[in-house]
């Protein structure tokens, strides 16, 4: 059965789109922009960076494009000065959250974090740094897992558990203290179900997983991996 | 013309920031004629002048010298830039913010060392708890990104400033 398309408008164009699509979904297929830092093509949107924030029509509140179900006249503004000053925002808190050394890190030149804040023009922050004192995990023989790097986007977790199905990473704990952990807070090395694919180091933004041998700005990750992937096996984008 | 009065400051950095300034090639000789270099790393002047309009800041604040130097280099700056990421960030020397000082001169001076195994304490500055960002010290009039900025971008921006300009978009920050 086709699916109903329903009309919306985004930044006052009217478009048409399929029921059941996301506003993120319904803004990409008309070549629409809207920055996010979490949401990976193919894998679950869990709305956890919150970069995709929108404002629709009749709400005071924002929505993230890549969670929130279009509906039938829908009106949806992906980029306002105040969108702007909330995504602002939320960058400078992820980057005084850890340790985001770009100037030694495996992927300086090659992060989405970075040249999401370079595009916000973000020159410095408003917020003291946070410092940190976070582990790096160097047990498993190819990759590396680094606390400091990471903004908790969950597409590791995402992309292990729904492309290889082998469900290796979890999140623990919760707010500032919540950590990537792989197989219930065991070494990452000592991880029986990780198959070393190496899916969730290419779906990672930053530097947090990266290859090991890698030195500072050798790391670039391979989405395309990742999303053929979900077009070969024809998942919903 | 009366030159411009503009000074540098090397806190805790590693003098690549430095090194960009001086990367700008020929373009240095037509900004020598404009401003004049009144303190910092490149000339010899011992105190820092009273009336500076514009003064670059490379490095972290980490020490009780460079809090001292900077505030008081604050109060004699019209127009105080943090350059490169060390100044804006924190950056690399930020990477000891996690362990006490006590233990890192430990480490460095006494573990680390093959001979002569003594923590420094005459005749070198106190570091402070944490190095950090020179904004969270005083105000900071322009922030320029970078390890280091590129020359253009350090270029650029004294150029606005010498034509009364404000610094803004002109030049693409990118931390790292």
């Known amino acids: 059965m086709p699916q109903k398309k329903l009309s919306i408008r985004i930044d006052g ?37 919150r970069i995709c924030l929108v404002e629709v029509s009749g709400s005071e509140r924002l929505f993230p494009a ?36 770009c100037a030694v890190c495996v992927s300086n030149g090659h992060c989405e974090l970075q040249a ?59 707010g500032i203290h919540a950590r990537i952990v792989s197989e219930l807070n065991e070494k990452w090395g000592n ?43 024809g998942v919903q984008a | 013309m009366k030159k411009v009065k503009v000074a540098t400051v090397w806190l805790d950095g590693c ?13 240095i000789i037509s900004l020598s004629r404009k401003i004049e270099l009144v303190y910092g790393p490149l000339v ?17 604040v980490s020490s009780q010298d460079d809090l001292e130097k900077i505030q008081k280099i604050r109060q004699r700056t019209q127009i105080l830039i943090s350059m490169g990421d060390c100044a804006v960030t ?8 996690s362990i006490p000082v006590q233990k890192l001169l430990q480490r460095v001076y006494v573990d680390g060392a093959e001979e002569k195994k003594l923590v420094p304490s005459d005749r070198v500055p106190v570091l402070l708890k944490q190095a ?6 005083v105000k900071v009039d322009i922030c320029l990104p970078g390890c280091p900025p590129p020359s253009k971008a350090i270029l650029g921006v004294i150029n606005d400033l010498l034509e009364g300009k404000k610094p803004d978009g002109n030049f693409k920050v990118k931390f790292g």
């Open chain 2, 132 to 137: 950090r960002p020179v904004r969270e010290f």
């Open chain 2, 44 to 60: 010899d002047a011992q105190e820092f002048p009273e009336d500076v309009t514009v003064t670059l800041v490379e490095g972290a």
């Open chain 1, 66 to 101: 890549c969670t929130t179900p279009i509906q039938e006249g829908m009106s949806v503004i992906t980029n306002s000065p105040r969108l702007t000053r909330y995504r602002r925002i939320t960058l400078e808190l992820l980057l005084i959250e850890r340790n985001h050394v």
């Open chain 2, 15 to 27: 003098s690549g920031c430095h090194m960009s300034l001086l990367d700008m090639d020929t373009a």
């Open chain 1, 191 to 233: 991880a029986a179900s990780c198959t070393s694919c190496g899916k969730c180091v290419q779906a990672c933004p930053t530097g947090a997983l990266a290859e090991k041998g890698r030195a500072v700005e050798e790391m670039t990750k391979n989405l395309e991996a990742v999303t053929s992937l979900v077009h070969r096996r």
């Open chain 2, 90 to 97: 924190g950056n690399v020397p930020g990477m000891r913010n």
């Open chain 1, 13 to 49: 164009e009217l478009i048409s789109a399929l029921e059941g699509q996301t506003i993120l979904q319904a803004a990409r297929a008309n070549k629409k922009y809207i920055p996010t830092l979490c949401a990976l093509e193919g894998l679950t949107p869990v709305g956890a960076c």
């Open chain 1, 116 to 174: 999401m804040a370079t595009a916000f023009g973000i020159s410095t922050v408003e917020l003291a740094y946070n410092f940190p004192k976070l582990s790096l995990d160097m047990s498993h023989p190819r990759f590396v897992l680094d606390h400091n790097r990471c903004i908790l986007c969950t597409r590791c977790v995402r992309v292990c558990a729904e492309l290889e199905g082998a469900q290796v990473w979890e999140l623990i704990s919760r």
